[in-house]
């Protein structure tokens, strides 16, 4: 009789305990649009254990997020592949990746080969690619058919109908508009803090000619589809996702070359859903969830087929944006080294305390 009791007694607190187990939760730090909630859904249908819980960034909140945190609070974040190897030399906020768990197969192979040179460390790879596209400018060409790349932006003849984001993509944009190359500058800070004062100069005068600064793709959708701006800095995606409402508004690729990055995928250092990060991964790479993934960022996943699976609008509106020659000459952004940013972050506080 007391051995009954006792099993069943057991068999209670077993159902209990059961009962009562919580989910594992993944703490996703990404960008606005890279966890649509159908594929949150899909992937917790999929993974009942996991439960995601999602913080929408930027690659500057990313770094300072992780940095006040000393890289916990996350489980994966998504920093672009040229803002991963001095965060982590400075202020170590990743782990290295286990390559073993995640299908890097599906991956276009120059573009994982270029992320992991990009991230490598001590022998020891920090990033995979998720999605890539490009910045430049985006024209509505009913009005603005002659733009063509950064130097319009400040263009009088657009007084008061152009727009631009006050981050570091426009600094760099200004200079190659100035004739200036940013990127063969990085190993020398005296020659690049010369092109920061002629750029910051510039933007400075600028400042006259600008409508507004927009802040997210939201923001800068309503000032195009509006027609208060008509030529506008922009990521390529943006423009991508409203070709469809308005086809007049295309992206144009500077004539400069098109800023190119890879939104990747990162582990923080003190992530504590390992496996539940890798089986996101593995999970959004799959060609049906990429095509979800791309109808909600507009971006082009780092998969071989990456454009088809695109929604058709916006393969329509990147066919419509890019021919070979744009394609070739793509400026990707180079690895930033230590201390650039805070340079750059001066430069930007300069132009925002600058009065019109």
């Known amino acids: 009789m007391r051995h009954s009791i006792r099993a069943i007694l057991a068999g209670t607190a077993a159902v209990l305990a059961a009962g009562g187990a919580q989910a594992e939760t993944l703490r996703l730090l990404t960008w606005g649009s890279y966890a649509p909630e159908e594929v949150i859904q899909m992937f917790e249908e999929a993974n009942p254990d996991i ?32 803002r991963i190897y001095a965060a982590q030399v400075e202020y170590n906020i990743y782990k290295p990746l286990d390559l073993s768990k995640i299908d890097t197969s599906v991956m276009t192979p120059n573009l994982l080969e270029g992320v992991k040179a990009n991230t490598t460390l001590d022998g020891e790879v920090y990033a995979v690619p998720h999605q890539w596209g490009t910045s430049g400018i985006m024209a509505n060409t009913a009005e603005a058919p002659d733009a063509t790349g950064w130097a319009d932006l400040c263009d009088e003849k ?26 063969a500058l990085y190993d020398d800070t005296e020659a690049y803090q010369d092109m920061l004062d002629k750029v910051t100069e510039k933007l400075i005068a600028c400042k006259d000619i600008i409508k507004t600064y927009w802040t997210g793709g939201d923001d800068l959708s309503a000032l195009m589809l509006s027609g208060e701006v008509i030529v506008s800095e922009t990521w390529d995606s943006t423009a991508f996702k409203i070709y469809n409402e308005n086809q007049d508004i295309v992206f144009v690729p500077p004539e400069t070359g098109a800023l190119a990055w890879i939104d990747t995928f990162a582990i923080p250092r003190g992530g504590e859903a390992d496996d539940a990060a890798y089986k996101w991964i593995n999970f959004v790479m799959q060609p049906e969830i990429v095509q979800l993934m791309s109808a909600s960022t507009g971006a082009i996943a780092a998969v071989p087929n990456g454009i088809d699976l695109l929604p058709e609008d916006k393969r329509a509106a990147v066919q419509a944006a890019f021919d070979e020659e744009d394609i070739a000459n793509l400026k990707f952004f180079a690895n930033i080294p230590p201390g650039l940013e805070d340079m750059e972050g001066i430069a930007l506080e300069r132009i925002k305390a600058a009065s019109n």
């Open 51 to 82: 439960d995601v819980e999602v913080t929408y960034s930027n690659n500057e909140e990313m770094i300072a997020k992780l940095r006040a945190t000393g890289g916990t609070g996350y489980d994966l974040a998504q920093p672009s592949h040229d």
């Open 158 to 183: 657009y007084k008061g109908r152009t727009s631009m984001r006050l981050r570091r993509t426009i600094l760099l944009g200004t200079a190659y508009a100035m004739g200036m190359d940013p990127f």
